[in-house]
């Protein structure tokens, strides 16, 4: 079942929490819709379930037009991030509510119930705690219950804001593989709401980017990363470095280092900023004569099997970040103090915008300041 939004606005007294927004989310796929916090992504999820009401636009599913249609008709099931499981009531029972509170005539037999809640415990692969209670539980096992009851009335859209924005980190990547495998199984339109990037890059198979109320780029994961429209899609997909830039007759530079450029067609030229991706920045132990920024290592951490770098390029005020494979450290001899150069190996460079970079974004490099 495919959901299309067409022109949506919500407004929260003079705050416009939805910004004429309109997507096309195609059926059968999982979209995430990705963004900092406030930027409307829980308004406008919960705009699509009915339990939030528009104040102008339409919502149809699969063509039909829904806004006015009541949450209990819509056929949406819901996991949110702190979903309160019946605490009283054994898992069988959580997942078998939906269906029991069905009216008689709607509502399937007593052995049918059973054969369903059994089907959807095994498909979250938790059949062996039918018996237990929630309290009985991790946080993680929890949330794939909460998904098990979502799916026992067969909703036609399975909508998730942050459903495992409260577990830790692990727990929290192992359900993201798991969510992705479970939806290749199901096929079930799903949206999700998240903050964190990586949980979209690595689950979803589109990413709606928002920002204050709007959109501002909808793609594949890869086409979000690799090619971002504008820089604050770009500073918010990953960590940046910024670098003052120039664009003339179709070439970039930093002062006088030459950028190669993942360019879009038609690159306006003029003064602007260079974003490199840290894992974009090559290190040379000696400058091999083709053009590089002279810089001095302030410090190297090293996580699991990547070695972060802390670098002041010659004339920068601000530390500027790379990363490379922890094996390259040793055959590059490189230790915190050495003199090295620095290259951009990929950046893309965007004139002319305004600088809107979110909190994640790292601080800026003014080589020419
Ligand atoms: N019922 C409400 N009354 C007033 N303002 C609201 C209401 N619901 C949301 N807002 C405001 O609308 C904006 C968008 O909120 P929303 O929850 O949609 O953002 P979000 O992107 O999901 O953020 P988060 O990740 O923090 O949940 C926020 O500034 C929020 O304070």
Known sequence: MSIEIEHVNKRFGHFVAVDNVSLSLPAGQLTALLGPSGSGKTTLLRIIAGLEHADSGRIRFHGEDATDVHVSRRGVGFVFQHYALFKHMTVFDNVAYGLTVKPRRLRPGKAEIRRRVMELLELVQLDWTAHRLPSQLSGGQRQRIALARALAVEPKVLLLDEPFGALDAQVRAELRRWLRRLHDDIHLTTVFVTHDQEEALEVSDRIVVMNQGRVE??????????????????????????????????????????????????????????????????????????????????????????????????????????????????????????????????????VGHRNQNPPVAEPALHPRD
């Open 217 to 350: 780029q909808e793609g594949t994961p890869e086409a979000v990363y690799d090619h971002p429209v504008n820089p604050f899609v770009f500073s918010f997909l990953g960590q940046v470095n910024l670098f003052h830039a120039r664009v003339q007759d179709g070439q970039a530079r930093i002062g006088d280092l030459a950028l190669p450029m993942a360019a879009p067609d038609h690159q306006p030229e003029g003064d602007g900023l260079a974003y490199v991706r840290p894992h974009d920045i090559e290190i040379l132990a000696e400058d091999d004569g083709q053009g590089a920024l002279a810089a001095v290592i302030q410090g190297i951490t090293v996580v699991g099997p990547t070695a972060r770098l802390e670098l002041k390029v010659a004339g920068g005020k601000d530390l500027i970040h790379a990363e490379l494979p922890k094996t390259q450290l040793a055959p590059l001899g490189l230790s915190p103090g050495m003199k090295t150069w620095v290259r951009p190996v990929n950046s893309r460079v965007f």
